[in-house]
């Protein structure tokens, strides 16, 4: 028997795969169908994919052409399963032409050409009509934002507006941007807006953009009280628009994987959490604005973590913060849970080690500095030989994963709620609430 193996993300299934797939099983008897994982095409940049695995795998089976499909999760699967299934010829389309002769040393390696004048992409953008972005600030964070968010299909970047004028045109022609001299011009051009202010300003630019019709993601912490958040989901929801909160992290390949090898138990129960954030800015005038301080600029990041493996209902909370002249340089807070501990570190100013330590009965998992640009995390235990390590190299500056994630919602995929939930946002809220009332021990 002649084994004949290809591979695909076989997302909205169309009859240019399906002839591809003739064309494959014609080269040999038995044809194996290797469908992509959701996690391994996000963690190689793949992130406009519109169907689960399972309907992906689904489709490819109801073809009737495959005797087998199996998953591929990781770089070099292919050379390990061309040896366990005995397989004599690799095709894929012609467009990865090159890119695969290095399996030549293990099979023949056959490369089809593909159907003209379809394709998934296409087939993406005409399910999905393009969203107008518009970006409030024009600062070097911003400017990422743009650069990444034309890296998921469905979402364009197309106007800039910032309270500075000079800084708003130099913006503008440096990202190709339309530049807008209003708030009102702004949100006229756009069906979405990206928001990086000090969190003090949030509240108002988000209410502007709903009240305009507009769906709105918006950096971290989103609010400064929980009265702001209740407001604002009320009119988010009235009006059926997304509001988003921007956290990369959470999005981060790695991350997610370590969240759901979490839950699974590989660790026993989680005991405690422990985070830390720090940053000292180059420019050194970063201590004019107050809300530029330790929590208000780490709050969220610090926070989430904690929340997210423990819970929201934690039984008592203490702050600790050291600050000159109104500025907070560091915070360090302890949130007691039933049967467990967080603790969290943020620093504006200071530096300190930002890694990440999640301890349980079983076992702990470590993931080094910077924590929460999660792309390299272990799993150890009392017998260091059974230590695991899984790395996830995340593309980019990782902000496009979190623009996927509210472009899926906008389109109507509301799995983001299930995953960022609104009492997670509360209870940050709450707690970022509490620090600005100065319920906090002064160091």
């Known amino acids: 028997m002649k084994k004949v193996i290809t591979y695909g993300t076989y997302d909205l299934l169309h009859y240019g795969h399906i002839a591809l797939l003739k064309r494959a099983k014609a080269l040999g008897d038995y044809l194996i169908v290797g469908v992509t994982s959701d996690s391994f095409d996000k963690g190689r940049g793949k992130l406009n994919v519109q169907q689960s695995l399972a309907d992906r795998i689904e489709a490819v089976r109801q073809t009737g052409i495959a005797d087998q499909i199996i998953v591929e999760e990781y770089e070099g699967q292919k050379i390990d399963d061309i040896q366990k299934y005995g397989v004599d010829v690799f095709t894929v389309g012609s467009d990865w032409v090159g890119k695969?002769?290095?399996?030549?040393?293990?099979?023949?390696?056959?490369?089809?050409?593909?159907?003209?004048?379809?394709?998934?992409?296409?087939?993406?953008?005409?399910?999905?009509?393009?969203?107008?972005?518009?970006?409030?600030?024009?600062?070097?964070?911003?400017?990422?934002?743009?650069?990444?968010?034309?890296?998921?299909?469905?979402?364009?970047?197309?106007?800039?507006?910032?309270?500075?004028?000079?800084?708003?045109?130099?913006?503008?022609r440096k990202c190709d941007l339309m530049e807008c001299s209003s708030l009102e011009e702004l949100f006229a051009q756009s069906d979405a807006v990206y928001v990086f202010s000090t969190v003090n300003l949030h509240y108002d630019y988000v209410m502007a953009a709903l009240s305009a019709g507009c769906h709105v993601i918006c950096e971290t912490p989103l609010f400064l009280t929980k009265e702001e958040a209740e407001a604002a989901y009320a009119l988010a929801d009235e009006k059926g628009l997304v509001l988003f909160e921007a956290v990369k992290t959470l999005w981060y390949p790695a991350f997610k994987h370590l969240l759901l090898l979490v839950s699974s138990g590989v660790i026993g129960q989680v005991k405690d959490v422990s985070v830390a954030c720090s940053q000292i800015p180059d420019d050194p005038d970063f201590t004019k604005n107050p809300y530029e301080g330790s929590l208000y600029d780490w709050g969220t990041i610090a926070l989430l973590p904690i929340l997210k493996l423990l819970g929201t209902e934690y039984r008592d909370v203490r702050m600790y913060d050291y600050r000159e002249n109104g500025f907070s340089y560091l915070t360090r807070g302890t949130l007691l849970f039933d049967g467990a501990v967080g603790s969290f570190k943020a620093g504006r100013g200071v530096k300190t080690e930002g890694e990440m330590i999640i301890t349980g009965t079983s076992g702990y998992i470590y993931v080094p500095a910077p924590w929460w640009i999660t792309e390299y995390f272990e799993i150890r235990y009392e017998d260091l030989r059974k230590t695991k390590k899984y790395f996830f190299k995340a593309e980019g500056d990782g902000m496009r994963y979190e623009i996927l994630e509210f472009v899926r919602m906008i389109n109507g995929h509301q799995g983001t709620h299930y995953f960022h939930t609104r009492e997670e946002i509360r209870k940050v809220t709450e707690l970022i609430e509490m620090f600005d009332r100065g319920e906090i021990i002064r160091i």
Not at 154 to 171: I, M, T, Y
Request: aromatic letters at 10%.
């Open 100 to 172: 695969f002769d290095y399996l030549r040393e293990y099979c023949e390696v056959t490369y089809l050409s593909r159907t003209e004048g379809i394709s998934s992409t296409q087939l993406r953008t005409e399910k999905n009509a393009n969203i107008r972005l518009g970006v409030i600030g024009a600062t070097s964070r911003t400017e990422r934002f743009v650069k990444e968010a034309r890296y998921v299909s469905g979402l364009s970047a197309d106007a800039v507006w910032d309270g500075d004028a000079g800084k708003r045109a130099e913006f503008a």
